[in-house]
């Protein structure tokens, strides 16, 4: 089961709001086929996929952006 919570997330992302515009949008990448940065052993979805990877300090706005920007130069 998948133990993620919003203080594992807070720390790296005080806005709560904020925190939920950006796990959405990792979530939407992960769902379209780019790679996990963190490996997923259980077969989490994307959604709480997203919220370990912030949850361990690896997503930011501009990794995010930087993914994007990478895919579509594919």
């Not at 203080?7 to 769902?31: G, T, W």
Request: hydrophobic share 35%; aromatic share 6%; proline share 4%.
């Amino acid at each position: 089961m998948a133990r993620v919570t919003v203080e594992d997330c807070i720390r790296h992302y005080p806005n709560r709001f904020e925190m939920v515009v950006l796990s959405a949008k990792r979530a939407r990448q992960l769902l379209s086929g780019m790679s996990p940065l963190i490996e997923n052993e259980e077969g989490h979805k994307p959604t709480v996929q997203a919220l370990k990877e912030m949850g361990d300090g690896h997503i930011s706005w501009e990794n995010v952006f930087e993914m994007d920007e990478l895919e579509r130069q594919r």
